[in-house]
């Protein structure tokens, strides 16, 4: 359940840097602040 989150902000990170043209990096600040959200539960 928790890695399905995790991979669903992924996306929408991948879909957002998509956007702004910086696929990899946003993908991955995405999955980084939603850990960081997780934790601080």
């Not at 957002?16 to 997780?38: F, Q, T």
Request: charged residues 10%.
């Amino acid at each position: 359940m928790l890695t399905l989150v995790i991979l669903l902000f992924y996306v929408l990170g991948v879909v957002e840097g998509w956007k702004r043209g910086d696929i990899v990096g946003l993908g991955v600040h995405a999955v980084m602040r939603m850990i960081v959200m997780l934790l601080q539960l």
